[in-house]
């Protein structure tokens, strides 16, 4: 149960003792394994609290590795290019939640309604009706920004762990820039 809640400080021990070639018998797992797995970054959650906490702890991770990555030995430099090249794969659909899909489709079809109407106030009845759908969808649209935006954080840090690692310098703020595709 404690190993579950507490994946990314675990992991990042482990990389730690690894890094300095201290044999634990507790951290005998496979770090890269652990690192490209369900438990740091799974394909669904459960929850959109889920989600961001596994996504919060991810994002962690990597700002961690990306600190370090001077430091690190190229044994370890390698092997954390090849994790790193494996998650990027898998970035498409990672995190989501079952709510995901309905919000994002929400928000696209509210602005195209947006555009495309102007939008006439009904009788006092269905007004409050749509009053309460219309916040349950905002709510649903804001958790989604919300989402994407650290998703695309954590694709952006990735990112620019594995252009440092391939070109062999450190991560610097100019790494951070992002294009509107990502």
């Known amino acids: ?23 634990v018998r507790w951290a005998a797992v496979d770090i890269w394994e652990v690192f490209t797995s369900p438990s740091l970054f799974p394909k669904q959650c459960e929850s959109f609290l889920e989600a961001m906490k596994k996504l919060q702890d991810a994002v962690f991770v990597l700002d961690c590795m990306e ?14 290019q090849r994790s790193l090249q494996q998650i990027y794969t898998r970035f498409t659909r990672v995190f989501e939640y079952p709510t995901f899909a309905t919000a994002e489709a929400a928000r696209q079809q509210q602005q195209f309604e947006q555009q495309t109407l102007n939008h006439n106030a009904n009788d006092v009845g269905e ?32 990112k620019s762990l594995l252009a440092a690692l391939s070109s062999g310098s450190s991560v610097g703020y100019a790494g951070r820039t992002s294009s509107k595709l990502d």
Do not use: C, Y
């Open 1 to 23: 149960m404690l190993r579950e809640r507490f994946v990314a400080e675990e992991l990042l021990l482990a990389i730690a003792f690894h890094q300095h070639q201290v044999q």
């Open 67 to 80: 600190k370090v990555l001077q430091v690190l030995r190229p044994v370890m430099q390698k092997e954390l």
């Open 127 to 158: 007004e409050k009706k749509e009053k309460k759908e219309k916040k349950d969808e905002d709510r649903g649209q804001a958790e989604a920004l919300q989402f994407t935006a650290l998703r695309n954080k954590l694709r952006q840090s990735v």
